[in-house]
């Protein structure tokens, strides 16, 4: 079992920055495979960036590429999202995920949400213009 909490959320201004955390707790086996995740009121669930347990291997969204940037601490077992130049169209409630090595192929990283078997509660961030 792994419990993930995320924070940092806020309402933060178009061009401004944030960085949203999330605690992982329980098998550190089953963070294998790190993702955010977002929901827009009305939208369904969208995969916004993933990280294997190297850190070295990432994968985002093309509407965040460039502004978006996913690490991982693995020694505090914390992952993190630095939003750069926050756009409108970003708001949503945001979700921390993870999931086991599933996949042999050391250069995959799982983009749809039926692949991550863990959860966090999320955390809302709204972005005025």
């Known amino acids: 079992q792994v419990h993930l909490v995320e924070s940092g959320g806020g309402l933060v201004q178009a061009g401004d920055s944030l960085r949203l955390s999330c605690a992982a707790s329980?098998?550190?086996?089953?963070?294998?495979?790190m993702g955010w995740f977002r929901q827009a009121a009305g939208k369904e669930r969208e995969f916004v960036a993933a990280?294997?347990?190297?850190?070295?291997?990432?994968d985002y969204v093309d509407s965040v590429k460039g502004r978006f940037t996913i690490s991982r601490d693995n020694a505090k077992n914390m992952v993190y999202l630095q939003m750069n130049s926050v756009v409108p169209e970003d708001t949503a409630i945001y979700y921390c995920?993870?999931?086991?090595?599933?996949?042999?192929?050391?250069?995959?990283?799982?983009?749809?949400?039926?692949?991550?078997?863990?959860w966090g509660q999320g955390t809302q961030v709204t972005v005025s213009s």
């Open positions: 995920a993870s999931a086991p090595k599933y996949y042999s192929d050391p250069y995959y990283l799982p983009r749809s949400g039926y692949q991550y078997d863990y």
């Open positions: 329980g098998r550190t086996d089953s963070t294998y495979y």
């Open positions: 990280i294997a347990r190297s850190g070295d291997r990432t």
